[in-house]
């Protein structure tokens, strides 16, 4: 079995995410700081909304007031 480790954006990485982690734990498996969401918005809540492409796919995170991540979805 091989798994990925490294930092980004990739399905692997994705899987690791959950619900108990933070913006920072998530920006620093995808890869900050040398990796920026491609894109970034406030959500009507006072979340934000945040895509990450790579070559393999895409992440949409979803992080309430708090930046506690409420949803995730791979494209």
């Given at each position: 079995i091989?798994?990925?480790l490294?930092?980004?954006v990739s399905r692997g990485n994705y899987r690791r995410i959950n619900g108990e982690m933070r913006r920072g734990d998530i920006e620093s498996l995808l890869g900050a700081p040398w990796i920026e969401?491609?894109?970034r918005?406030?959500?009507w809540t006072g979340g934000t909304q945040e895509w990450w492409h790579g070559s393999q796919g895409t992440i949409m995170l979803v992080f309430d007031e708090?930046?506690?991540l409420v949803w995730k979805e791979w494209d």
């Open positions: 091989y798994l990925d490294t930092p980004g969401p491609n894109w918005q406030k959500t708090h930046d506690r």
